[in-house]
């Protein structure tokens, strides 16, 4: 049966004028769930929300159920941290949920609240996101005035009271990433933290902490009013519920969409977004963010599921060096991804090795510069594939590449390592012959509109944490 | 003169303080307050957060070079954050970000002799579908092909400062 493509769960508000006032969000439905879950036992909810196959939509696909599952019993006091500091390249799915339903991302902070026995709950929002942060000031205001906040309420197990604060970053691609944000929520620079311990067990001032992403925490409300078993039998395989999808580049109907959650990137690109302009070949996509490796256009009739896009043979695996895959795990070869639902289309025009430097340059720009392998080896790779890219590589340059690149991935104290490292590998898996060439100083040929033209002109940063 | 917060900023930092556990996790809301009141982070500036916080000048000196958008220097009324990252590059935003340098006579990074402008070329700025995309305060400039750059900087003059109030 092929699902439908109207449901829509998170973005039903997209377009409705005023959504982000809270009398307009309240006609339509805003805050309704509250009651029904102030009716239920918190470990009801928690029970539910495992049942719904809900997944974390903030890139690693978590299953949320599970992970509110860590919290300790009989923990004093938990924190609810709501990632808002979407800045994973290709990504713009937050901000404009944020944008158009506040008061929804209100109402899932508040049922999880509940659930999780969390007394004061933080929104970290991207620094850069002014227009925003005034946006969810105003609705949080509106919902302190109407008793939704920092008012005391009776339910099923004993009075509760919420508080909830918008905390605004200030810069910082890598306080994204949740112990990072958990510190500079502290007020210290954004290092990531050595895990274990988790932050379900000690994150934020040293208490137990949940951090979930906008949209997940948005999914909730819809899963205490439907049923966890609705929302799960909404998506595929084990991946509950809709798919946004961020799809950007060449593109002749870019946009935010939220469909199927089976849905193929075949589909997405050609019935929902119109294809390419001028009818051009798709020649890569990024299926998740910077982050993840890329497709080739052969590799467009996968479903656009979690596992699919790490298990489904069609994808060819990531290569160390040709003929080598690189492995996960033992017998489990690295694809792809979903991550954070930021597809990036590039037509048979791209230059493909700008692009990858053009991705290089954001990882070295952004390591927080604690741990060797990733501030010198981001670096290492911006540099080279760089002078690749401007038609000055050398001789060995791209197993150069491959080899950094191995050497940073699995080594580092956070994911920003690997973050750099994948797509560096998976660029060139399958675009090797480009990389080959321009160490032979061959120009692109660029079709007729300089897609990729140029390349950062500012030298190359070093890293914000200066080490 | 040492540096002092004015009364409304002191009432917005005793409301900061209250939210949270500790006066260290108070330290980036009252940065970009220091920041709104005096329009860059000078070395007095981050004296006086410390001193407001009880905190430890080296800490709050830590902080705010960690942060790309605490500026140490003085910069331009309008900060504009131009996005080159991949989506607004394969659509053409390194043309926009020169457009933008020729217009404004300096490279990003820069601030233009008469104080207006602050040309940034920025990370990812979450509206990758709206591609090329620069923003301005609170103002999103979507789809920004050079075609529209001066027609976006003369709206960027009538928008109120980036950081706040500008005492200085
Ligand atoms: C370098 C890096 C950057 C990240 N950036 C974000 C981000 O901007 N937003 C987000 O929600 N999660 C981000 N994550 C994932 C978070 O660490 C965390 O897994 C997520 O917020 C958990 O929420 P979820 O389970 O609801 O997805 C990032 C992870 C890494 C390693
Ligand atoms: S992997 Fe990179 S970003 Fe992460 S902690 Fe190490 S240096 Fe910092
Ligand atoms: S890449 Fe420019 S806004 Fe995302």
Same mark, same amino acid.
């Given at each position: 049966?092929?699902?439908?493509?109207?449901?829509?769960?998170?973005?039903?508000?997209?377009?409705?004028?005023?959504?982000?006032?809270?009398?307009?969000?309240?006609?339509?439905?805003?805050?309704?769930?509250?009651?029904?879950?102030?009716?239920?036992?918190?470990?009801?909810?928690?029970?539910?929300?495992?049942?719904?196959?809900?997944?974390?939509?903030?890139?690693?696909?978590?299953?949320?159920?599970?992970?509110?599952?860590?919290?300790?019993?009989?923990?004093?006091?938990?924190?609810?941290?709501?990632?808002?500091?979407?800045?994973?390249?290709?990504?713009?799915?937050?901000?404009?949920?944020?944008?158009?339903?506040?008061?929804?991302?209100?109402?899932?902070?508040?049922?999880?609240?509940?659930?999780?026995?969390?007394?004061?709950?933080?929104?970290?929002?991207?620094?850069?996101?002014?227009?925003?942060?005034?946006?969810?000031?105003?609705?949080?205001?509106?919902?302190?005035?109407?008793?939704?906040?920092?008012?005391?309420?009776?339910?099923?197990?004993?009075?509760?009271?919420?508080?909830?604060?918008?905390?605004?970053?200030?810069?910082?691609?890598?306080?994204?990433?949740?112990?990072?944000?958990?510190?500079?929520?502290?007020?210290?620079?954004?290092?990531?933290?050595?895990?274990?311990?988790?932050?379900?067990?000690?994150?934020?001032?040293?208490?137990?902490?949940?951090?979930?992403?906008?949209?997940?925490?948005?999914?909730?409300?819809?899963?205490?009013?439907?049923?966890?078993?609705?929302?799960?039998?909404?998506?595929?395989?084990?991946?509950?519920?809709?798919?946004?999808?961020?799809?950007?580049?060449?593109?002749?109907?870019?946009?935010?969409?939220?469909?199927?959650?089976?849905?193929?990137?075949?589909?997405?690109?050609?019935?929902?977004?119109?294809?390419?302009?001028?009818?051009?070949?798709?020649?890569?996509?990024?299926?998740?963010?910077?982050?993840?490796?890329?497709?080739?256009?052969?590799?467009?009739?996968?479903?656009?599921?979690?596992?699919?896009?790490?298990?489904?043979?069609?994808?060819?695996?990531?290569?160390?060096?040709?003929?080598?895959?690189?492995?996960?795990?033992?017998?489990?070869?690295?694809?792809?991804?979903?991550?954070?639902?930021?597809?990036?289309?590039?037509?048979?025009?791209?230059?493909?090795?700008?692009?990858?430097?053009?991705?290089?340059?954001?990882?070295?720009?952004?390591?927080?510069?604690?741990?060797?392998?990733?501030?010198?080896?981001?670096?290492?790779?911006?540099?080279?594939?760089?002078?690749?890219?401007?038609?000055?590589?050398?001789?060995?340059?791209?197993?150069?590449?491959?080899?950094?690149?191995?050497?940073?991935?699995?080594?580092?104290?956070?994911?920003?390592?690997?973050?750099?490292?994948?797509?560096?590998?998976?660029?060139?898996?399958?675009?090797?012959?480009?990389?080959?060439?321009?160490?032979?100083?061959?120009?692109?040929?660029?079709?007729?509109?300089?897609?990729?033209?140029?390349?950062?002109?500012?030298?190359?940063?070093?890293?914000?944490?200066?080490? | 003169?040492?540096?002092?917060?004015?009364?409304?900023?002191?009432?917005?930092?005793?409301?900061?303080?209250?939210?949270?556990?500790?006066?260290?996790?108070?330290?980036?809301?009252? @940065?970009?307050? +220091?920041? #709104?009141?005096?329009?860059? =982070?000078?070395?007095?500036?981050?004296?006086?957060?410390? $001193? %407001?916080?009880?905190?430890?000048?080296?800490?709050?000196?830590?902080?705010?070079?960690?942060?790309?958008?605490?500026?140490?220097?003085?910069?331009?009324?309008?900060?504009?954050?131009?996005?080159?990252?991949?989506?607004?590059? @394969?659509?053409? +935003?390194? #043309?926009?970000?020169?457009? =933008?340098?020729?217009?404004?006579?300096?490279?990003?990074? $820069? %601030?233009?002799?008469?104080?207006?402008?602050?040309?940034?070329?920025?990370?990812?700025?979450?509206?990758?579908?709206?591609?090329?995309?620069?923003?301005?305060?609170?103002?999103?400039?979507?789809?920004?092909?050079?075609?529209?750059?001066?027609? +976006?900087?003369?709206?960027?003059?009538? =928008?109120?400062?980036?950081?706040?109030?500008?005492?200085?």
């Amino acid at each position: 049966m092929p699902a439908d493509r109207n449901v829509k769960i998170v973005t039903r508000n997209f377009g409705i004028p005023n959504s982000n006032r809270i009398d307009v969000a309240l006609q339509r439905g805003a805050y309704a769930r509250v009651q029904t879950a102030f009716h239920m036992a918190p470990a009801a909810i928690v029970e539910e929300v495992k049942k719904s196959n809900l997944r974390g939509r903030g890139g690693a696909g978590f299953p949320t159920g599970i992970k509110w599952g860590f919290v300790p019993k009989g923990a004093q006091t938990v924190y609810l941290v709501c990632n808002a500091d979407e800045s994973e390249p290709g990504t713009c799915k937050d901000r404009e949920l944020m944008y158009w339903d506040p008061h929804l991302l209100i109402e899932g902070m508040i049922i999880s609240s509940y659930a999780l026995g969390c007394r004061h709950a933080y929104i970290y929002i991207r620094g850069e996101m002014m227009r925003e942060a005034a946006v969810l000031q105003e609705a949080l205001r509106e919902a302190y005035q109407r008793g939704y906040l920092g008012r005391e309420v009776q339910t099923l197990s004993g009075p509760f009271r919420l508080d909830i604060t918008l905390h605004r970053g200030a810069g910082a691609y890598i306080c994204g990433e949740e112990t990072s944000l958990l510190n500079s929520l502290e007020g210290k620079r954004g290092w990531p933290r050595m895990k274990p311990p988790f932050p379900a067990v000690r994150g934020l001032f040293g208490q137990p902490t949940i951090v979930n992403n906008v949209e997940t925490l948005m999914n909730i409300p819809a899963i205490i009013e439907k049923g966890g078993q609705w929302f799960a039998e909404l998506g595929m395989g084990r991946s509950g519920g809709t798919r946004i999808l961020c799809m950007s580049g060449h593109l002749v109907r870019p946009g935010v969409y939220e469909l199927p959650m089976g849905i193929t990137l075949r589909e997405v690109i050609y019935d929902v977004c119109g294809g390419v302009p001028g009818g051009k070949r798709v020649k890569a996509v990024i299926p998740g963010g910077t982050s993840m490796p890329p497709l080739d256009g052969d590799e467009l009739d996968v479903p656009m599921e979690f596992d699919a896009l790490m298990n489904d043979p069609r994808i060819k695996p990531v290569e160390v060096r040709p003929g080598e895959v690189f492995e996960l795990a033992p017998g489990k070869p690295l694809r792809t991804m979903a991550g954070s639902g930021g597809v990036v289309v590039m037509d048979e025009d791209t230059d493909i090795v700008a692009v990858c430097a053009r991705i290089m340059r954001f990882y070295a720009h952004e390591s927080c510069g604690q741990c060797t392998p990733c501030r010198e080896g981001t670096g290492w790779l911006a540099r080279v594939c760089t002078r690749l890219a401007e038609g000055k590589g050398r001789p060995g340059d791209t197993d150069l590449c491959a080899s950094i690149a191995h050497g940073i991935a699995g080594n580092t104290i956070c994911p920003l390592g690997d973050a750099a490292a994948w797509p560096m590998l998976g660029f060139i898996t399958k675009y090797r012959a480009e990389f080959l060439a321009r160490e032979r100083g061959a120009p692109h040929r660029a079709g007729p509109v300089a897609n990729t033209a140029g390349l950062p002109n500012a030298p190359l940063l070093l890293s914000p944490g200066g080490a | 003169m040492p540096l002092s917060f004015s009364p409304e900023a002191q009432r917005k930092i005793a409301e900061t303080r209250r939210q949270y556990p500790n006066a260290q996790a108070a330290c980036l809301p009252v @940065l970009h307050i +220091a920041q #709104d009141e005096f329009g860059y =982070l000078s070395d007095e500036a981050l004296e006086l957060v410390a $001193q %407001t916080l009880n905190l430890p000048t080296a800490h709050v000196f830590g902080v705010a070079t960690f942060y790309t958008m605490y500026h140490r220097k003085p910069v331009g009324r309008h900060v504009l954050m131009m996005c080159t990252n991949v989506s607004c590059m @394969l659509r053409g +935003a390194y #043309d926009t970000l020169r457009c =933008l340098e020729e217009r404004l006579g300096i490279r990003a990074g $820069q %601030t233009t002799p008469d104080g207006e402008f602050t040309l940034v070329e920025e990370e990812c700025l979450a509206a990758c579908a709206d591609a090329p995309a620069m923003v301005c305060g609170q103002r999103y400039f979507l789809h920004l092909t050079p075609d529209r750059v001066d027609e +976006a900087l003369q709206e960027c003059r009538s =928008l109120p400062p980036t950081h706040g109030r500008r005492r200085s």
